[in-house]
């Protein structure tokens, strides 16, 4: 679920507002506050997640199938990037820690993005980037997709995604994209 642009109350006023544009999938969110390199931007907040499907809306929590939270806040307009600036740390068993942490200096204005595949395995909505960084991968499916190097490469991603990557590889699974 995603707030519109018709009924829009910013969840964390005067921290980050959503900058909506025309189209599908075009809008994303902007920080008002500068951030320092490993600062905690928000808590996710126990009260206002909620369990749901997997979806384009929703971010990966663990490995089991009912494994899927939705945000209820302006945090899921955050677009994806391959050159990411936050992450989503859903890594403590407290689920009152799980957090927006800036992966590098976040300047006032900044658009935020993550990294989806650093808590995404397999994607309900695989997209082409468009993120336009020198180390773009192109298209965006999840983690089960990428080598360990490809997801290592973008500072974080979920302790169970890389154990998941780990096992994939131990069993001859391999990504050849190396
Ligand atoms: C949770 S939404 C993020 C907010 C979205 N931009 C919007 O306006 O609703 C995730 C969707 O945004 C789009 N998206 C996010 N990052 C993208 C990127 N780097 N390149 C292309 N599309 C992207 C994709 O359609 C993706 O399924």
Known sequence: MKPTQESYT????????????????????????GFDAGQTMALLGRDRITKGPKAYTSVQCGRGKEDHIELNSDLVYINHSCEPNVA?????????????RALKRIEP????????PSTEWDMDQ????QCKTPTCLGMIQ????????????REFASPWILEEVDERDKNGKAVSRL
Do not use: H
Request: proline share 5%; aromatic share 20%.
């Open 142 to 153: 999840g983690a089960k997709y990428l080598s360990r190097k490809q997801l290592v490469a």
């Open 126 to 129: 695989p997209f082409t980037c």
């Open 109 to 116: 204005g900044t658009f935020l993005t993550f990294f989806y």
């Open 10 to 33: 910013p969840t964390f006023a005067g921290t980050f507002v959503v900058e909506f544009a025309p189209g599908e999938f075009t809008s994303g969110l902007k920080a008002i506050e």
């Open 88 to 100: 989503f740390d859903l890594s403590s068993a407290d689920r009152t820690k799980w957090n927006l």
